[in-house]
């Protein structure tokens, strides 16, 4: 069965460093994507950035990028230039498509702080 | 373009009393997917629907929980009656799936908290 870890429930880091938080996943499947969603306050789910299997490239958007390794089935995400607005629980998601559908597997979130 | 509308924003009921969250999923969307998250348990899959069709259910917690999608437009989650560990926010999400760029994607909306006194 596939799983998503993230293995750091809280994270803090200094306004406009940089911060990576991680995500492994298990599962046996070639083709799947992989998603960040970002979780602040006000509570909807927003996504972050998304990854697909079949890409060796990393995916950037602005200051997110993530750092795919597929072999090590590790899918970190890194933000540069850390902003207060980026406070929020983040999610790692495993999606793959199934039966006519896709599964979707979620991390248990890793909550940010920005420090001033 | 609107994204996925969920109502209400916050309900405070009773024990034992009904409640019903809705759900307008994004137009053009084949799936939707109602999610309950609490801090135990994290984000949990109740049920999902492809083309207005319930398709698994099985996260569903109990006979007390429903959920209906009479239409490509809107979805409720009913729960009758209520208990205290109901309490928790509710998801709804919507995703167009198989095609175009955000394949795969989910769509959320800002959730239904729901507090059972």
């Known amino acids: 069965a596939q799983t998503v870890t993230q293995s750091q429930p809280e994270m803090s880091v200094q306004e406009a460093e940089t911060v990576t938080l991680s995500c492994t996943y298990d599962?046996?499947?070639?083709?799947?994507?992989l998603f960040w969603y970002k979780q602040p306050p006000s509570r909807q789910m927003i996504l972050v950035i998304r990854?697909?299997?079949?890409?060796?490239q990393n995916a950037t958007e602005n200051r997110f990028s993530v750092n795919f390794q597929k072999a090590a089935k590790s899918f970190s995400l890194k933000i540069s230039d850390s902003q207060l607005g980026d406070a929020a629980m983040y999610f790692c998601?495993?999606?793959?498509?199934?039966?006519?559908?896709?599964?979707?597997?979620f991390g248990t979130g890793t909550r940010l702080k920005v420090l001033a | 373009d609107a994204g996925v509308i969920q109502s209400p924003r916050h309900e405070v009921t009773e024990m034992g009393q009904e409640v019903t969250l809705r759900c307008k999923p994004i137009?053009?969307?084949?799936?939707l997917f109602w999610y309950r998250q609490t801090m135990m348990r994290g984000l949990e899959l109740l049920i999902y629907?492809?083309?207005?069709?319930?398709?698994?259910d099985s996260g569903m917690p109990e006979d007390r929980f429903s959920a209906k999608m009479p239409n490509a437009s809107f979805s409720t989650l009913k729960i009758q009656p209520s208990e205290p560990r109901d309490s928790a926010v509710y998801f709804c999400?919507?995703?167009?799936?198989?095609?175009?760029?955000?394949?795969?994607?989910?769509?959320f909306g800002e959730g239904s908290r729901l507090t059972v006194l």
């Open positions: 999400a919507s995703s167009p799936q198989t095609s175009g760029r955000a394949a795969g994607e989910l769509f």
């Open positions: 137009s053009g969307h084949d799936y």
């Open positions: 599962t046996s499947e070639s083709d799947y994507y």
């Open positions: 998601a495993y999606t793959r498509y199934y039966s006519g559908t896709y599964k979707y597997i």
């Open positions: 629907f492809n083309n207005n069709v319930p398709i698994d």
């Open positions: 990854q697909e299997a079949y890409k060796q």
